[in-house]
């Protein structure tokens, strides 16, 4: 099947060449894999019985002033396990109208993600607030 949920195959063969002739790499790991594989690359930093509470946020740009509260408030957690993501989205995603699907947000250019884990349930509270 060309072109799986995550695109083409050949597309990202071209798409990834410039990265790929950066160095003389040893090994190249870079390549399709199932869906559900994708998927299970993040289950060792998972594992089961983890307690965990996100917060997310679409936004259009990344302004000093809030990449400075999101790193304050991530410094503060009690979790040593815990998260932060800076994820840029981008166009492609705009492309698509929200009317579209079920998915909306398609005009935001960031997501930030706190992602706050912790194994002991007595630590809830002060990992949650």
Same mark, same amino acid.
């Not at 090994?27 to 399709?32: A, E, H, L």
């Not at 679409?58 to 400075?68: N, P, Q, Y």
């Not at 503060?76 to 947000?105: A, D, M, Q, R």
């Given at each position: 099947?060309?072109?799986? !949920? &995550?695109? =083409?195959?050949?597309?990202?063969? $071209? +798409? ?41 946020? !679409? &936004?259009? =740009?990344?302004?000093?002033?809030? $990449? +400075? ?61």
């Amino acid at each position: 099947m060309a072109g799986g !949920f &995550m695109g =083409d195959p050949e597309e990202g063969e $071209v +798409e990834l060449a410039p990265v790929k002739q950066i160095s003389a790499s040893k090994v190249d790991m870079m390549g399709p894999i199932p869906y559900t594989a994708l998927q299970a690359l993040a289950d060792p930093l998972n594992p089961p019985h983890l307690n965990n509470h996100w917060k997310n946020q !679409f &936004m259009d =740009d990344l302004k000093d002033e809030t $990449v +400075e509260a999101v790193r304050k408030y991530f410094l503060t957690s009690t979790s040593p396990i815990s998260e932060l993501h800076f994820e840029y989205v981008g166009k492609g995603v705009s492309e698509v109208s929200e009317e579209e699907n079920t998915f909306g947000h398609r005009k935001a250019k960031w997501i930030v993600n706190i992602v706050v884990k912790w194994d002991d349930p007595r630590h809830t509270e002060a990992n949650v607030s």
